[in-house]
């Protein structure tokens, strides 16, 4: 448990004012691309596809055929769906990709497929929200899963409902995506915060040619003011440099807990005052008992049936511990090591600290 928790902590910690790329932590505005779906079907599967239950599966595979002059009896296909199945296809494709540019789908079936293991998506259109199509998606699905069923047994390893089509989706039209103003250009945070966008705003004023070019507006947005006369292609030089610019990120301590998994991740900033938790579990075990009573000899009455109960209970003594005040990760870690506690109970104790005011950090619980 102790190995289980450090690994936990230290692991999923962000370092305090780390330094990354402005492009790694921003996006440049007008550049954040456009989402697109389709509905198609994918063949090619070993019974595992819809059941003749999904009539919009049978439907589909009719329009389909009928456009290829074929025309069978609906009654066959009945009998015949188990290789189909009706799915939902996305994909987001990035600001200024040209025809021809290939993008990977996402593939997840709508109807009750068992799994989409050796499918193969057949050609689909697929729309944004202006209803425009921007290209056709096909190809084979690579699931990363098995789901093996025979004789009423079965083993799968992780879900094979969803797949993806590795450049499945091939772009017919180019996609809109352009500088707002070849003056200036505004730089989107990823992560709101009034330190990092101070931190982006000066790192930009150090570069060449760009001195007292940027300014923070917000939390979210820094404004970058290009020199008088600056050209388009000079426009995107100044942006490539500000991309490469490194940035120390300052990151919100926080908590995250995820009650219906008992998964815990803590941030690098996260810190400790000094508290004392005592913590003992309480385990109750009923245990139904059914019982049969007989009426008493040379009497007369009915046999009956009595349902008792055994009431067990079991409270853990765990000692009071003493938590340090905490400076970094790993003492952080430590300190919860040592409650020898389950990450389970460690989310009650994590409430416990953040109402004592010994939590210095957001805490939230999903």
Same mark, same amino acid.
């Given at each position: 448990?102790?190995?289980?928790?450090?690994?936990?902590?230290?692991?999923?910690?962000?370092?305090?004012?780390?330094?990354?790329?402005?492009?790694?932590?921003?996006? &440049?505005?007008?550049?954040?691309?456009?989402?697109?779906?389709?509905?198609?079907?994918?063949?090619?599967?070993?019974?595992?596809?819809?059941?003749?239950?999904?009539?919009?599966?049978?439907?589909?595979?009719? +329009?389909?055929?009928?456009?290829?002059?074929?025309?069978?009896?609906?009654?066959?296909?009945?009998?015949?769906?188990?290789?189909?199945?009706?799915?939902?296809?996305?994909?987001?494709?990035?600001?200024?990709?040209?025809?021809?540019?290939?993008?990977?789908?996402?593939?997840?079936?709508?109807?009750?497929?068992?799994?989409?293991?050796?499918?193969?998506?057949?050609?689909?259109?697929?729309?944004?929200?202006?209803?425009?199509?921007?290209?056709?998606?096909?190809?084979?699905?690579?699931?990363?899963?098995?789901?093996?069923?025979?004789?009423?047994?079965?083993?799968?390893? +992780?879900?094979? /409902?969803?797949?993806?089509?590795?450049?499945?989706?091939?772009?017919?039209?180019?996609?809109?995506?352009?500088?707002?103003?070849?003056? @200036?250009?505004?730089?989107?945070? +990823?992560?709101?915060?009034?330190?990092?966008?101070?931190?982006?705003?000066?790192?930009?004023?150090?570069?060449?040619?760009?001195? /007292?070019?940027?300014?923070?507006?917000?939390?979210?947005?820094?404004?970058?003011?290009?020199?008088?006369?600056?050209?388009?292609?000079?426009?995107? @030089?100044? &942006?490539?440099?500000? @991309?490469?610019?490194?940035?120390?990120?300052?990151?919100?301590?926080?908590?995250?807990?995820?009650?219906?998994?008992?998964?815990?991740?803590?941030?690098?900033?996260?810190?400790?005052?000094?508290?004392?938790?005592?913590?003992?579990?309480?385990?109750?075990?009923?245990?139904?008992?059914?019982?049969?009573?007989?009426?008493?000899?040379?009497?007369?009455?009915?046999?009956?049936?009595?349902?008792?109960?055994?009431?067990?209970?079991?409270?853990?003594?765990?000692?009071?511990?003493?938590?340090?005040?905490?400076?970094?990760?790993?003492?952080?870690? +430590?300190?919860?090591?040592?409650?020898?506690?389950?990450?389970?109970?460690?989310?009650?104790?994590?409430?416990?600290?953040?109402?004592?005011?010994?939590?210095?950090? @957001?805490? &939230?619980?999903?």
């Amino acid at each position: 448990m102790k190995a289980a928790i450090s690994l936990l902590l230290a692991a999923l910690a962000v370092v305090t004012c780390s330094a990354d790329r402005i492009k790694d932590i921003a996006t &440049i505005e007008g550049g954040s691309g456009i989402q697109v779906v389709g509905y198609g079907l994918v063949t090619g599967l070993n019974n595992t596809g819809d059941s003749p239950r999904s009539s919009f599966t049978i439907q589909s595979v009719l +329009n389909m055929l009928k456009r290829f002059g074929i025309t069978p009896q609906q009654s066959i296909l009945l009998q015949r769906t188990q290789n189909v199945a009706a799915v939902m296809v996305t994909a987001t494709i990035p600001a200024f990709a040209r025809a021809g540019t290939k993008v990977d789908v996402t593939v997840s079936s709508i109807g009750d497929a068992r799994s989409l293991q050796g499918g193969t998506l057949i050609l689909t259109p697929l729309v944004a929200s202006d209803g425009v199509v921007y290209g056709m998606a096909q190809g084979p699905l690579s699931v990363g899963g098995y789901d093996i069923s025979s004789l009423g047994s079965r083993s799968g390893k +992780n879900l094979t /409902n969803t797949g993806r089509v590795p450049g499945g989706l091939v772009l017919e039209r180019a996609v809109p995506g352009s500088l707002a103003s070849p003056s @200036e250009v505004r730089i989107i945070l +990823n992560h709101p915060d009034y330190t990092t966008a101070t931190r982006i705003a000066a790192a930009i004023n150090a570069l060449n040619g760009l001195t /007292n070019a940027a300014q923070a507006l917000d939390p979210a947005t820094v404004l970058v003011r290009f020199p008088q006369g600056t050209t388009q292609a000079q426009a995107i @030089e100044y &942006i490539a440099q500000i @991309e490469m610019a490194d940035v120390a990120v300052d990151v919100a301590g926080k908590v995250v807990i995820n009650e219906r998994t008992g998964t815990i991740v803590v941030g690098g900033n996260v810190r400790l005052l000094p508290a004392v938790v005592a913590h003992g579990g309480l385990e109750i075990e009923i245990q139904q008992l059914n019982t049969v009573v007989q009426p008493a000899p040379f009497t007369i009455g009915t046999t009956q049936r009595v349902s008792n109960a055994i009431v067990r209970t079991q409270e853990q003594t765990n000692p009071a511990v003493a938590l340090p005040a905490t400076a970094t990760v790993q003492e952080l870690a +430590n300190a919860l090591n040592s409650l020898k506690v389950s990450p389970r109970d460690l989310v009650a104790i994590f409430q416990a600290l953040k109402q004592a005011g010994s939590l210095q950090a @957001e805490l &939230i619980i999903q």
